[in-house]
């Protein structure tokens, strides 16, 4: 590894800012967070709620391109400004932190511009639409001294943190060679526009809504459901695989694949959409392990879950519970439940911090690489080949 990879790769880390961020404001014990939302759709309005359950929070802002999405935001948060563009929102010198809840091919645009301005961010997963948009992000919440929380709350969850500590970091899994991936039946890849939106309404900016996607005339399906578009997000792949992934990366601590190939296509489901309804990937890591992801739209079979195998067990884990099954006939298997609230327990991970000023549970350099791998995977799809990858230099290798 040259000196330039080195100083590149802990720069990243953040190595060279320490463990503790610097900050302009130091909080009181009972000083409330001054927080914006951009993007009050239904994630954003529900990432809202945990963090005024979470206390000690004042939605102050509020951001949407569609007039009704505030109007329902307001409900929660009567005296919360309102804007239709985040860089107004961004010009409140009063926030202390952004919440983006917005499509996928906004993330990094609005991030890195919370990041500039000044504001700690929380943004739901993935992190990015493209994988060279990871960096630039990472970036700026290194320089600006910002927290950067991406929404991949199995970090965070009591019952996951449980489950690796019992048996990862002791050992009791023993070599792990596979972990295998699965989610099934996800509605919100089949949401159907209503009929409301038949004809765009005059108080959507549609225009604002595209971005930095090429033109379109008005679509509702394109903009209801764009998670089933890969000019708004990465599909299955990077809106759900995204999460387990970054399960994997958390127990065994390998967060850079080496190799992806992916084979699926839009099977059943012939609406228009660009995304995959069924796919599967399978990513290789320099630790002599495999990652796999199934996922498929079709009714017939729904749930979702992560699988270890190890030389000593196997240890299934989900958002409900975890078991662990010994290798052995008839060896005793261990189920817990889960006990706590995921999300919730993410975004007061994310305040404990905008007062701490330690890095997060879920840390942008944290969502950069489970995106990352989750993208490595669309690539292989979309280019039909096995896509080879330098875990030094983070860089697609040529043919």
Not at 59 to 87: E, G, T, W
Not at 117 to 127: N, R, S
Not at 138 to 155: E, F, P, S
Request: glycine fraction near 8%.
């Amino acid at each position: 590894m040259s000196e330039t990879d080195v100083a590149r790769r802990a720069f990243l880390r953040g190595v060279t800012a320490a463990t503790a961020l610097s900050y302009s404001r130091v909080f009181g014990a009972n000083d409330r967070v001054q927080l914006g939302l951009v993007g009050c759709g239904e994630r954003g309005r529900s990432d809202m709620g945990n963090f005024i359950k979470a206390g000690n929070v004042d939605v102050a802002a509020l951001c949407d391109i569609y007039a009704p999405h505030i109007d329902q935001a307001k409900q929660n948060a009567p005296n919360a400004k309102s804007f239709s563009d985040h860089r107004k929102l961004l010009e409140v010198k009063e926030l202390d932190a952004v919440l983006i809840g917005v499509p996928d091919h906004w993330h990094a645009t609005i991030a890195i511009d919370a990041l500039n301005a000044g504001k700690d961010v929380y943004v739901e997963k993935p992190l990015t639409l493209k994988i060279e948009e990871g960096p630039p992000i990472v970036k700026a919440a290194r320089v600006n001294n910002r927290i950067c929380q991406v929404g991949m709350q199995q970090r965070s969850g009591k019952h996951y943190l449980e489950a690796k500590r019992e048996y990862l970091d002791t050992g009791k899994l023993g070599k792990i060679t596979l972990a295998r991936t699965w989610w099934h039946g996800n509605g919100y890849h089949l949401r159907k526009a209503p009929a409301s939106l038949a004809t765009k309404p005059d108080n959507l900016d549609w225009a604002h809504f595209l971005g930095p996607v090429k033109w379109r005339d008005w679509d509702p399906q394109q903009y209801w459901n764009w998670r089933a578009y890969l000019d708004f997000g990465g599909g299955q792949v990077t809106d759900l695989f995204t999460h387990w992934i970054d399960v994997v990366h958390m127990f065994t601590g390998q967060d850079i694949p080496s190799a992806a190939v992916a084979s699926g296509g839009i099977y059943n489901y012939k609406d228009g959409r660009t995304a995959p309804d069924t796919i599967n990937v399978l990513l290789k890591y320099p630790g002599e392990m495999t990652a796999t992801f199934e996922a498929t739209l079709v009714p017939g079979i729904t749930g979702a879950a992560v699988e270890f195998a190890g030389t000593l067990g196997r240890l299934y884990i989900d958002r409900g519970r975890y078991e662990f099954h010994p290798v052995g006939r008839n060896a005793p298997v261990t189920v817990v439940q889960a006990h706590s609230n995921l999300d919730l327990d993410h975004i007061q991970n994310f305040l404990e911090c905008v007062k701490s000023r330690q890095l997060p549970n879920g840390d942008v350099l944290i969502g950069h690489r489970s995106a990352q791998a989750s993208h490595l995977g669309n690539i292989a799809y979309e280019q039909k080949r096995q896509i080879d990858f330098d875990p030094v230099r983070e860089e697609i290798l040529p043919f």
